[in-house]
């Protein structure tokens, strides 16, 4: 089962250039953590957010959480070539598996 | 942080054998973990949640028979696909669950495993 949506379904941009992705659930959640995956590689834990906060930050990341909207951002702001990546949403259903959203293929050129 | 071993890293066998993979919590206990499969360009859907000394939970649309989960010790859950299919052929992530974090925030991944079919 899936329970996030993620979008962009992928998105380009150059080195410096801000990228934003959203992502939407469909019930009532605990938490939300985004992920990133390099290609055919595991995953990298970037940040979580809980029901009760509306924002997070941590270095160059930047996310916010609208749980009237069911909906959650993950900004990346001066971003690198090393950011190409997949992002996933992820929410924890039932308070113990995550479910993953369908993600967002970011590519940064330099 | 808390480290999930998981192995083989890939994994080439040939139609209609079976192939074990070994998810392990190296520095914490993990009473629940789960198994994730991801075929290219798509998402990781969850596959079966397995608790340490009971039957997996597995998700709806996975043959339990064909996958089958191990939970044998606080440290160590298997995942084994029996007589493998090109079909089969996907990433396979573990991820695990500390027992002393809150539910759903202290969850760990395991590296992967790609399993090709021939």
């Known amino acids: 089962s899936q329970q996030g949506e993620e979008d962009p379904q992928a998105l380009s941009i150059q080195e410096g250039e801000n990228a934003t992705m959203n992502c939407s659930y469909k019930?009532?959640?605990?938490?939300l953590q985004w992920y990133r995956q390099n290609s055919g590689r595991g995953l990298v834990h970037l940040i979580l957010?809980?029901?009760?906060?509306r924002e997070k930050h941590s270095g160059r990341l930047r996310v916010t959480l609208d749980t009237s909207k069911k909906s959650s951002s993950l900004l990346i702001t001066a971003s690198r070539a090393a950011d190409t990546a997949s992002y996933f949403c992820?929410?924890?259903?039932?308070?113990?598996?995550?479910?993953f959203g369908k993600g967002t293929t970011l590519s940064v050129s330099s | 942080g808390a480290v999930v071993s998981q192995h083989p890293s890939w994994v080439i066998c040939k139609s209609g054998t079976s192939v074990k993979i070994e998810c392990r919590s190296l520095d914490f206990q993990a009473t629940t973990m789960f198994w994730y499969r991801q075929f290219p360009k798509q998402s990781l859907m969850l596959m079966a949640t397995?608790?340490?000394?009971?039957?997996?939970?597995?998700e709806q649309g996975v043959e339990k028979d064909k996958f089958l989960i191990n939970h044998a010790s606080l440290t160590l859950s298997t995942l084994t696909v029996t007589s493998a299919h090109p079909e089969d052929s996907s990433f396979y992530i573990c991820?695990?669950?500390?027992?002393?974090?809150?539910?759903?925030?202290?969850?760990?991944f395991g590296s992967g495993t790609q399993l090709s079919v021939l």
């Open positions: 957010i809980r029901s009760n906060e």
């Open positions: 019930t009532s959640i605990n938490n």
């Open positions: 992820a929410t924890d259903e039932a308070g113990t598996a995550l479910i």
């Open positions: 991820s695990a669950s500390d027992v002393l974090g809150p539910r759903g925030e202290k969850l760990f």
């Open positions: 397995s608790n340490e000394g009971s039957k997996a939970t597995y």
